[in-house]
Nanobody, 126 residues
Framework: VQLQASGGGLVQAGGSLRLSCAASERTFSRYTMGWFRQAPGKEREFVASISRNGRTTVYEDSVKGRFTISRDNAKNTVYLKLNSLKPEDTAVYYC????????????????????WGQGTLVTVSS
């Protein structure tokens, strides 16, 4: 599967963005999906993950209640809605996929994913 992330941009603190990640394959529903981010000078970190059927989601503590991960398997797309953005959310955001069929699973570890998108930059100004 190939992944194409989009939707990043410059936003003021408190604002919102919606990131999208489109997958190339019709078997998208067989993949657990995740979002990660990498701030300048820092390591890539987990943000959110969603199971194949979309019913189970997990989040990194600092984004709980502000970010929402969702997916539309008919459109082969996973989304990340970012609300109440803070300057510390500034980073390149990456989507990632892992074939997990038939399991319904979420995953937090970078090492658990084997396909990555190219990243989309989110910049939050204070």
């Amino acid at each position: 599967v190939q992944l194409q992330a989009s939707g990043g941009g410059l936003v003021q603190a408190g604002g919102s963005l919606r990131l999208s990640c489109a997958a190339s394959e019709r078997t998208f529903s067989r993949y657990t999906m995740g979002w990660f981010r990498q701030a300048p000078g820092k390591e890539r970190e987990f943000v959110a993950s969603i199971s194949r059927n979309g019913r189970t989601t997990v989040y990194e503590d600092s984004v709980k209640g502000r970010f929402t991960i969702s997916r539309d398997n008919a459109k082969n797309t996973v989304y990340l809605k970012l609300n109440s953005l803070k300057p510390e959310d500034t980073a390149v955001y990456y989507c990632a996929a892992k074939f997990t069929y038939p399991r319904e699973a979420t995953m937090r570890g970078l090492w658990e994913y084997d396909t990555w998108g190219q990243g989309t930059l989110v910049t939050v100004s204070s």
